[in-house]
């Protein structure tokens, strides 16, 4: 049973590209996570989605970012217009139901680096 | 709003030796709570998880934690490093209301030989 997938691994933008990060779920899961690992920093929350909506986007800036999980294909945090702090690493998880307690399994992670 | 607090961004301890990494939670309510570990370049694997049945949870690679209500804290335990455990270790705390995990600072566990 393959984990969560994301691609690419690595990512270099230079100043004012654009970025997408790509998330496959885990077989089943049809809940998706985002979150970013500033270096030095924990993990910090951006967005949840299900298929086609976005339930919480409570931790996204409120521009240049967005996501989206559609019906068919993996699920792609976009960021426009990258800038040297948006170096980081990204992490997506899923889950596969909506209960609170329930595991979400984490991916490898993209890290974006930004010249 | 939840928040988890990791004391000790670095840990250091012989190979054998006891393995001690503190969490402490806020929550109005009764918290669910996770150990996570991340290797290097690598995404984060589950350790174990707290979610109201026993206080005493036992997890992967002969990590455990125990929850305790008294004092807020929910430390990670192993009775004898491993060379292999070194890594990082977060805490976290599902949100009061919805499923996102509040994470710690991490903590990055040394093991010397």
């Known amino acids: 049973n393959a984990g969560v997938m994301q691609n690419p691994r690595h990512l270099v933008r230079r100043r004012g590209q654009e970025a997408r990060l790509r998330c496959s779920p885990m077989k089943g899961h049809s809940h998706v996570y985002w979150y970013r690992q500033l270096p030095e920093e924990g993990l910090k929350f951006m967005v949840y989605?299900?298929?086609?909506?976005?339930?919480?986007e409570s931790g996204m800036p409120k521009e240049r970012f967005s996501a989206e999980f559609p019906k068919e294909g993996p699920s792609i945090l976009r960021i426009q217009q990258v800038v040297r702090g948006d170096s980081a690493a990204y992490f997506c998880?899923?889950?596969?139901?909506?209960?609170?307690?329930?595991?979400?399994?984490f991916g490898p992670g993209t890290r974006l680096t930004v010249l | 709003a939840q928040s988890v607090t990791q004391l000790g961004s670095h840990v250091s301890v012989s190979e054998g030796a006891l393995v001690l990494l503190r969490c402490n939670y806020s929550?109005?309510?009764?918290?669910?709570l996770f150990w996570y570990v991340q290797y290097p370049n690598q995404g984060l694997q589950l350790l174990l998880k707290y979610t109201s049945a026993a206080t005493l949870v036992k997890g992967i690679n002969g990590f455990e934690a125990e929850f305790k209500k008294s004092e807020t804290s929910f430390h990670l335990t192993k009775p004898s490093a491993h060379m292999s455990d070194a890594a990082e270790y977060f805490c976290?705390?599902?949100?009061?209301?919805?499923?996102?995990?509040?994470f710690g600072a991490g903590t990055i566990l040394r093991v010397k030989s």
């Open positions: 976290a705390v599902n949100q009061e209301y919805g499923n996102k995990l509040v």
């Open positions: 929550s109005s309510v009764p918290p669910y």
């Open positions: 998880a899923s889950s596969p139901g909506t209960g609170v307690a329930d595991t979400q399994y």
């Open positions: 989605l299900q298929k086609e909506n976005i339930i919480d």
